[in-house]
């Protein structure tokens, strides 16, 4: 497996925490905090990790929003990629990691391979734009309300990842 671009956008550091446990589980990979990194990075990687969470009424995280406009003009012909997001389930049910759906909006029609669904069963919300039908676009964690199941959610989403990563 080539290396892997970890990408995120954290404001209370949760996101970060998980971009560094993935780095830990991949063994190959590079943390970008967006906040300090131009989208034109995720170009120098074949497999790549976007990871944001969700603020407000189904917002992106705010070093996110610009990242995410950025990813228009970034080539991810050929790309591998997989997202993360973070949201409370309880207090913003109806909005749960619309981050992340929204990361996945910006990918359509890039020419990349976009991998890491999730079911959503285990999951409690009432909508989500990161929800298609009975999966996630990509890993859904919720720190708040479902931090027991982060471990074994991230164990068995790389095994996922490392299957499909090049």
Not at 130 to 142: I, T
């Amino acid at each position: 497996m080539e290396k892997v671009g970890i990408f995120f956008g954290s404001s209370t550091g949760n996101t970060e925490n998980i971009a560094n446990q993935l780095k830990g589980l991949l063994g190959t990979a590079e943390v970008f905090n967006v906040a300090s990194t131009k989208p034109e990075k995720m170009a120098e990687f074949t497999n790549i990790i976007l990871g944001t969470s969700t603020w407000g009424v189904g917002d992106l995280q705010d070093d996110m929003i610009e990242f995410a406009e950025g990813i228009a003009g970034v080539d991810l012909k050929g790309k591998v990629v997989a997202l993360y997001g973070l949201g409370d389930q309880s207090g913003y049910g109806d909005t749960y990691c619309d981050g992340m759906g929204e990361l996945y909006q910006k990918l359509q029609g890039k020419g990349c391979k976009i991998v890491g669904f999730v079911s959503t069963e285990g999951y409690d919300f009432s909508a989500s734009k990161a929800a298609e039908g009975s999966e996630f676009v990509g890993l859904a964690l919720d720190q708040m309300n479902q931090d027991d199941k982060t471990e074994e959610r991230l164990n068995a989403w790389v095994a996922e990842l490392k299957k499909q990563f090049a």
